[in-house]
Nanobody
């Protein structure tokens, strides 16, 4: 059974940086797209970024492009989300997800087979 587990996050100052990690287990890592989503209470999950085994990457809204960077260490079976220039609107619970996806399927939560418990990122001024 594929499992992913996030770590990192917490309280970050406005304009600061933080790095989230997600460890994958229980499956063939090379078969999976690994992605980050975020969610506010009462809202739908928003796609943030995705990375494939080969290093192909995609990002969600224009607001995160250029500030967030997704990376993947295949040897450690871990995916990272480096978040820079944090804004108050980045405050959310961030989720890691794993799925056997094509590059055009990464934005839709229902395509993923495994989700982590989420980690809270709170940006404070």
């Amino acid at each position: 059974q594929v499992q992913v587990a996030e770590s990192g996050g917490g309280l970050v100052l406005l304009g600061g940086s933080t790095k989230l990690s997600c460890v994958f287990s229980g499956g063939t890592f090379s078969s999976y797209m690994l992605s980050w989503f975020r969610q506010l209470p009462g809202e739908e999950r928003e796609f943030v970024a995705a990375v494939s085994w080969s290093g192909w990457k995609a990002y969600g809204s224009d607001s995160v492009k250029g500030r967030f960077a997704i990376s993947r260490d295949n040897g450690k079976r871990t995916v990272y989300l480096q978040m820079n220039g944090l804004r108050t609107e980045d405050t959310a619970k961030y989720y890691c997800a794993a799925g056997k996806l094509r590059p055009d399927q990464e934005k839709w939560p229902h395509n993923y087979e495994s989700w982590g418990q989420g980690t809270q990122v709170t940006v404070s001024s």
